[in-house]
């Protein structure tokens, strides 16, 4: 039953697109059929084939690297965490710094460059979308919603705002390969979280070519290349952005979930029990129906989503209540959570264009919200799909 509600949940989730559409008449159908089937054929390969062990021998290469950072982290921090002991800043933030540092030098070497240019123009033509959007929604999965605006800093101050508001729901579909490993330590199974890189991808390109639907127009996009003088330069530039991004995630979570508890505790002085997360959850409920979850488990996942959506992933990833679902619920969960659908994002894009594009920051504060409501249903098809499939 929980697969024919989510099946039906795709469909419905594909007519709230249309019904927040802004250019009906030009739809381009052909492209939206192509992504919508290639969700489900993208996800049936990496779950029921062979391609599931390929996901699997990635996984273990990712957690090998992350597991690399702790000789640094520990000569730097060593004592400030008994053995045995885990603290999410150093534990789980930290490694971050390391994997940003093997972009930077997967960028020098033009290896990045080459992986999203081929990627991204080759999606740009087989679905007729805008080759900026579809470069920016692949660069997403290497650099996160703020960094990858970088790549194609060049092309944005010109671009559509169907163009613009694309870059901005896929910022906030994705998550980014550096930030993989704070959410493995909190409890998500690697296998999903690479799964959900490459399946948001396409699962983007439905909802936007319907709401705001761009098209194709050729391939001279070139990636920006502001790598170092030398691959150490580059490494270490990145390697400080990251730390950045770990004090930025840190300071998130600190001011989200204070917040939230603050929120909590003061409901409770009227009625005992009820949060922030029960009453936003109400909205999530229905949603939480489409996307195939069971019964029992409904109001756990409408709270979660929820948390996502006032906060951010990290915090929602950290409830006690993901840990209680049951491994197929768990599995959608994880595609559902893995982006940066929350509040928080659009202030974030607002400041990324602010210093990339300037001129699109009113296109860009006007479309936000809008966003972030068509990424979030984005993640949770997303996660449908996957239901679907197990």
Known sequence: MEKIFALIGVFVFVGLGYLMSVDKKNINWKSVGIAFAGQFILALLLIKTPLWETVGVMSNAVSWLIAQSGEGINFVFGGLVPEGGYTMFINALLPIVFISALMG???????????????????????????????????????????????????????????????????????????????????????????????????????????MPTKYQGDKIEIENDKGVNAIETMMKYATTGFQGVIGISVALMVFISIVAMINNFLGLFIDGMTLQKIIGVVFYPLSVLMGVSGDELGMVSQILATKFITNEAVAF?????????????????????????????????????????????????????ALVVATLVNIMTAAVVGIIL
């Not at 870059?167 to 296998?191: C, E, F």
Request: charged share 10%.
């Open 105 to 211: 030098l997967m960028f020098h070497f033009g290896i990045l460059q080459a992986i999203i240019g081929f990627i991204g123009k080759t999606l740009a033509k087989f679905l007729d979308v805008d080759t900026l959007v579809a470069v920016n929604n692949v660069t997403n999965m290497f650099f996160g919603q703020s960094d990858s605006l970088f790549v194609t800093k060049s092309y944005l101050p010109k671009a559509s705002d169907s163009a613009i508001f694309a870059t901005l729901v896929g910022g906030m579909t994705s998550i980014s390969v550096t930030v993989i490993g704070l959410y493995a330590s909190m409890g998500a199974d690697m296998n999903w979280i690479i799964i959900s890189l490459p399946l948001t991808v396409i699962s983007t390109f439905v909802l936007t070519q319907i709401v």
């Open 318 to 370: 950290g409830m006690p209540e993901f840990m209680m679902l049951s491994a197929n619920c768990k599995a959608m969960m994880t595609i559902a959570l893995c982006g940066f659908a929350g509040i928080g994002s659009i202030g974030i894009l607002i400041g990324s264009y602010q210093a990339i594009a300037p001129n699109k920051v009113k296109v860009v504060a006007r479309i936000g919200f809008k």
